[in-house]
């Protein structure tokens, strides 16, 4: 399993009032992800990136960061067998991405994801 991006995902309460904040403020560039209760902003110099969310579509929390992998199903056995908790089991979501949620041992939830191929 190897990490390919690891993209911050805050919770936010307006997707309207962040897309002020990210782009006329910090001059961002939304990355529309075709979904209304998540959107990415990105520094097209640099490719950093954050991601805002009013809630999780499917899951029953929202994540703190997403973790994209190469492998997401070997990462998900690998995980549920060193017994950490599966948040979110894995799962095919209509938006193109395979994903679970995990909870990290200090409470936090990460969102592990990979597109589909």
Excluded: C
Excluded at 86 to 103: A, K, Q, S
């Amino acid at each position: 399993m190897t990490v390919t991006q690891i993209i911050a995902d805050l919770r936010v309460d307006d997707l309207d009032e962040a897309r002020r904040f990210y782009v006329d403020g910090l001059g961002l560039t939304e990355q529309p992800l075709g979904l209304d209760w998540v959107t990415r902003f990105v520094d097209p110099g640099t490719g950093a990136a954050v991601q805002v969310l009013t809630r999780d579509a499917t899951a029953p929390e929202a994540p703190a960061a997403s973790v994209k992998v190469d492998d997401v199903h070997a990462t998900y056995a690998s995980l549920r067998d060193a017994g950490y908790e599966i948040v979110h089991p894995l799962t095919t979501e209509p938006w193109g991405v395979v994903r679970f949620f995990v909870r990290t041992p200090d409470g936090t939830v990460l969102n592990i994801v990979q597109h589909h191929t």
